[in-house]
């Protein structure tokens, strides 16, 4: 049993350039979440999804679009990257949101120079 | 945007001692979270509770509803315990975006 499975863990992009993160759950989740780590800050959502085909905006989703065409894929996709978009990266899953356990991957180092 | 706030930010504590964190939170919620996030690693859910009290090991958690107060205790603690453990609330008719953190603290235990 993997749990949630992020990829890739790290990565260095140039302003401009486009990326697709990739998350997996084999949980059977319904829930899944792609969240921003800062320094100085909490977590921050940036969109989620509450079933298969669906998706949502969370707190900063500028700059960043979504996929959830298979239930246990969620995509995280930055189509010109920005400096401002270095961070870690973050995705959750959970059987039915925030009032179960979650999940969460290891996490993706991402650098836009 | 309601906050959740974390105390202390940082903590130094020799192995063995019994480690207190706190969480407060401004309004109603529906569940409480403690995470757990070891340096370079990933994040690791603790507890989830919505009253009372948790015990997993030595590790234990309580939350007061009334006073909008959690906190998160260590027993015996360990050098494997250093972490930074985080405190994320779903306030009351919050969605599914509906959850919260605070920044984290900071535990280092010395051998």
């Known amino acids: 049993n993997a749990g949630v499975t992020q990829t890739p863990k790290f990565r260095v992009l140039k302003t401009g350039q486009s990326m697709t993160l990739l998350c997996a759950q084999d949980?059977?989740?319904?829930?899944m979440y792609w969240y921003r780590q800062d320094p100085g800050m909490g977590l921050r959502l940036i969109h989620y999804?509450?079933?298969?085909?669906?998706?949502a905006k969370g707190e900063v989703p500028d700059g960043y679009n979504v996929s959830r065409l298979k239930k246990q894929n969620f995509l995280l996709g930055l189509e010109s990257a920005a400096p401002s978009q270095t961070s870690v990266y973050f995705c959750?899953?959970?059987?039915?949101?925030?009032?179960?356990?979650?999940?969460f991957g290891q996490g993706t180092r991402l650098t836009v120079v | 945007k309601n906050e959740v706030e974390q105390s202390p930010q940082n903590l130094t504590a020799q192995e063995g001692e019994f480690i207190t964190i706190n969480c407060s939170y401004s309004?109603?919620?529906?569940?409480l979270h403690w995470l757990q996030q070891h340096p370079g690693g990933g994040i690791v859910s603790l507890f989830m509770l919505s009253s009372g009290k948790k015990k997993h090991g030595r590790l234990i958690a309580t939350i007061n509803i009334q006073e909008k107060h959690s906190s998160l205790h260590i027993t015996a603690s360990h050098p494997r315990d250093s972490a930074v453990y985080i405190c994320a609330v779903m306030y009351s008719g919050g969605g599914a975006d509906g959850l919260t953190f605070g920044k984290g603290t900071h535990l280092i235990i010395q051998p």
């Open positions: 999804s509450v079933g298969e085909g669906t998706t």
């Open positions: 309004v109603g919620i529906s569940a």
């Open positions: 949980m059977n989740h319904e829930y």
């Open positions: 959750a899953s959970s059987y039915q949101g925030w009032y179960t356990e979650a999940f």
